[in-house]
């Protein structure tokens, strides 16, 4: 059996739909970024889908300022020892002072930073985020191509960009597609899936149902990179 699913926009906020074999429809708000999504009966359709939202977009606004406030993997130390995904992989980090330019590299399975004497924690952050921006220009030039030929569509320009609620986004006037840098922490199949969806976006911009199905048509297994890549939810609530 399949699962219907769709995009909706309401009042500006994405939202994932997965229509399912359930009673009473689900919606939760998903870090880091505030993703929300919404578990829905098959009974109900994308209208009534979108009028439960805004009924409880108070609350969906709060759950995500609250996400927005809590402590972030930014306002970590950046001393050795703390935890740091790479890649979806937790890596250990081993701060090395030495004099000269700062300088980032994966150890084995430890994640080394190299830093003059006297460094801040906002200086580490800086060069471990500079580090994470080459990742993404390596790994995304290869995806961009592999998927080209398949979407039928050619990527006019892109670039990687510090984003709050969005992992990426296509401008649907001049093709421009951006990525988030938050990407180098996650699975490598999940920036796939984030290329591929941009893409997609360049034949539909919209998260129509004919986006879901080009999506399904490209990447059958897409729902499972998009679930892995939001992570379990922050809070669920649920009514009839
Ligand atoms: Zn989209």
Known sequence: MSTASAYLTVRGIEVDVVYKDIKNLHVGVYPPLGRVRVAAPKWLDDEQVRLA???????????????????RQSEREMVTGES???WGLRRRLRVVERAGRGHCELDGDRLVLY????????????LLRRWQRAQLRL????????WESRVGRSVPAWGIRRMKTKWGSCNRDTGHLSFNL?????PPRCLEYIVVHEMAHLREPD????????MDTLMPDWRYRRDELNGAPLDHEEWA
């Open 84 to 86: 740091h995904y790479v």
């Open 207 to 214: 998260h129509s149902r004919r986006f879901t199905t080009l």
């Open 139 to 146: 790994a995304i030039p290869p995806l961009i191509e592999r």
């Open 53 to 71: 939202v805004i009924r409880r977009l108070a609350w969906i606004k709060e759950q995500r300022r609250q996400l927005r406030d809590a402590p």
């Open 115 to 126: 830093v003059p004497e006297g460094t801040d924690a906002a200086a580490r952050l800086d």
């Open 182 to 186: 938050e990407l180098a922490k996650k």
